[in-house]
């Protein structure tokens, strides 16, 4: 844990545009515990890992281990155990686990803190006393509370272990190690906790941390399923046109088109989140996320506040069910459709609640990890892509509306703390 803060970066995961099929064996239960592989994990495994909590510059004041259920059905934990070493020691400590985990979903292990440097965690699902190096270490999911005794020996095969990660120097992993993490980036497995190729160094790359819990939207491995929007199929040659999962994509200079155009809705399919950065190389800042939405064979950038430039830069967040304003959704952009917070959502500033850009940034990203078809109100276009995301002044809202196509979709609203309406 005693980590030299570094500066911070947001890197991508290099994922895959299309989704990836994670379905297990179908002649395997979802809760038996012989796999295919041994080391391959048909349904649960550590979907993300931190361990610079409470550090120097850390946004987060815990460690933690996510879990994710990448298999087809429910998986019952209870009796389970996420298990940590040092990166080349034997002597394991661990956090006993209990519930279970639907397909899709996600739970969350607060661990230790270091200090009180950051913000506080989601709602954890279990809880453990393990301080995790923010650099290298090893951490396993295990079957049992039994403690491991491996590490100067051999780990793997070893029946009662579902996932084993190892990462940066560590001397234990499922084939090369994830890369070494810091006190402001995290190890993520690809497509949203879906991959898995028995290879630590395939599947993890690192990022903003952005624990996700029981409570986020499910965001299943294959069609199907709470995540997806109407079960348009994924299919045809790039780019895919179905329930594909969006990527994580690093900051360049070549972002997508900009239109010029006033305020409307774009109606298209999002095929990447970019985070914010601490540079210009993506027209990006620390105040935006950046989406890159497929229209009509092009990739348009859209840019979504998560802070104010000036005074309190907290943005107020809240997400909101109701039908899609403007007629039914078609690719392309539809000028002139406005959205009004107050006279055609009937919400006001009151009903909102204030979130610092970190955890507006987590929101966003869970909120966003299973939708695809978007419609997007915003209040015009510029040489930097859509903008002003959040409420206007003239009351030109801005909105993210995921699947569209359902009867009832989602909308999510921001507006600046202060502004009241």
Same mark, same amino acid.
């Given at each position: 844990?005693?980590?030299?803060?570094?500066?911070?970066?947001?890197?991508?995961?290099?994922?895959?545009? +299309?989704?990836?099929?994670?379905?297990?064996?179908?002649?395997?239960?979802?809760?038996?515990?012989?796999?295919?592989? %041994?080391?391959?994990?048909?349904?649960?495994?550590?979907?993300?890992?931190?361990?610079?909590?409470?550090?120097?510059?850390? /946004?987060? @004041? !815990?460690?933690? +281990?996510?879990?994710?259920?990448?298999?087809?059905?429910?998986?019952?934990?209870?009796?389970?155990?996420?298990?940590?070493?040092?990166?080349?020691?034997?002597?394991?400590?661990?956090?006993?686990?209990?519930?279970?985990? /639907?397909?899709?979903?996600?739970?969350?292990? $607060?661990?230790?803190?270091?200090?009180? +440097?950051?913000?506080?965690? /989601?709602?954890?699902?279990?809880?453990?006393?393990?301080?995790?190096?923010?650099?290298?270490?090893?951490?396993?999911?295990?079957?049992?509370?039994?403690?491991?005794?491996?590490?100067?020996?051999?780990?793997?095969?070893?029946?009662?272990?579902?996932?084993?990660?190892?990462?940066?120097?560590?001397?234990?992993?499922?084939?090369?190690?994830? %890369?070494?993490?810091?006190?402001?980036?995290?190890?993520?497995?690809?497509?949203?906790?879906?991959?898995?190729?028995? !290879?630590?160094?395939?599947?993890?790359?690192?990022?903003?941390?952005?624990?996700?819990?029981?409570? @986020?939207?499910?965001? %299943?491995?294959?069609?199907?399923?709470?995540?997806?929007?109407?079960?348009?199929?994924?299919?045809?040659?790039?780019?895919? @046109?179905?329930?594909?999962? %969006?990527?994580?994509?690093?900051?360049?200079?070549?972002?997508?088109?900009?239109?010029?155009?006033?305020?409307?809705?774009?109606?298209?399919?999002?095929?990447?989140?970019?985070?914010?950065? @601490?540079?210009?190389?993506?027209?990006?800042?620390?105040?935006?996320?950046?989406?890159?939405?497929?229209?009509?064979? $092009? +990739?348009?950038?859209?840019?979504?506040?998560?802070?104010?430039?000036?005074?309190?830069?907290?943005?107020?967040?809240?997400?909101?069910?109701?039908?899609?304003?403007?007629?039914?959704?078609?690719?392309?952009?539809?000028?002139?459709?406005?959205?009004?917070?107050?006279?055609?959502?009937?919400?006001?500033?009151?009903?909102?609640?204030?979130?610092?850009?970190?955890?507006?940034?987590?929101?966003?990203?869970?909120?966003?990890?299973?939708?695809?078809?978007?419609?997007?109100?915003?209040?015009?276009?510029?040489?930097?892509?859509?903008?002003?995301?959040?409420?206007?002044?003239?009351?030109?809202?801005?909105?993210?509306?995921? !699947?569209?196509?359902?009867?009832?979709?989602?909308?999510?609203?921001?507006?600046?703390?202060?502004?009241?309406?």
């Amino acid at each position: 844990m005693n980590v030299t803060a570094r500066s911070r970066t947001w890197l991508a995961l290099g994922l895959s545009l +299309v989704a990836v099929g994670c379905d297990p064996d179908p002649e395997l239960g979802a809760d038996e515990a012989e796999h295919d592989s %041994p080391l391959v994990s048909p349904n649960i495994v550590i979907s993300q890992l931190y361990g610079g909590g409470g550090n120097a510059g850390a /946004p987060l @004041t !815990n460690d933690y +281990v996510e879990l994710f259920n990448r298999g087809a059905s429910t998986v019952t934990i209870t009796g389970w155990s996420v298990q940590y070493a040092s990166a080349t020691g034997s002597s394991w400590a661990a956090a006993s686990l209990s519930g279970s985990i /639907p397909a899709g979903g996600y739970y969350l292990v $607060r661990l230790a803190s270091n200090g009180s +440097v950051g913000a506080s965690l /989601p709602a954890a699902d279990a809880t453990g006393t393990m301080n995790l190096s923010g650099t290298s270490g090893k951490v396993a999911l295990v079957t049992s509370q039994t403690l491991l005794s491996c590490g100067a020996s051999a780990c793997l095969p070893n029946g009662s272990i579902r996932d084993l990660v190892g990462y940066g120097s560590a001397n234990q992993s499922e084939g090369s190690t994830a %890369p070494t993490q810091s006190n402001t980036s995290a190890g993520f497995r690809s497509a949203h906790g879906c991959t898995e190729t028995d !290879n630590n160094a395939a599947d993890f790359a690192t990022g903003a941390p952005a624990p996700r819990n029981s409570s @986020t939207t499910r965001a %299943p491995c294959s069609g199907g399923g709470g995540g997806t929007d109407a079960g348009v199929p994924d299919g045809g040659s790039p780019p895919p @046109t179905g329930d594909g999962t %969006p990527t994580r994509q690093p900051c360049t200079s070549s972002f997508g088109s900009a239109m010029t155009a006033g305020f409307g809705r774009l109606d298209g399919f999002l095929v990447s989140i970019v985070n914010p950065n @601490t540079t210009t190389a993506c027209r990006g800042d620390d105040n935006h996320i950046h989406l890159q939405v497929r229209v009509n064979g $092009r +990739v348009q950038d859209i840019a979504v506040n998560i802070a104010s430039t000036s005074g309190n830069p907290n943005v107020d967040f809240r997400t909101l069910n109701a039908p899609l304003r403007g007629g039914a959704w078609s690719e392309g952009w539809h000028t002139g459709q406005s959205l009004d917070y107050a006279n055609h959502l009937g919400v006001s500033a009151s009903s909102f609640t204030e979130r610092t850009p970190i955890q507006l940034t987590s929101l966003v990203d869970s909120t966003l990890a299973s939708a695809n078809h978007v419609s997007i109100f915003t209040t015009g276009f510029d040489a930097t892509g859509g903008h002003l995301i959040h409420r206007n002044p003239t009351n030109h809202d801005g909105a993210i509306v995921i !699947n569209p196509l359902s009867a009832n979709p989602q909308s999510l609203l921001f507006h600046f703390v202060t502004q009241s309406f």
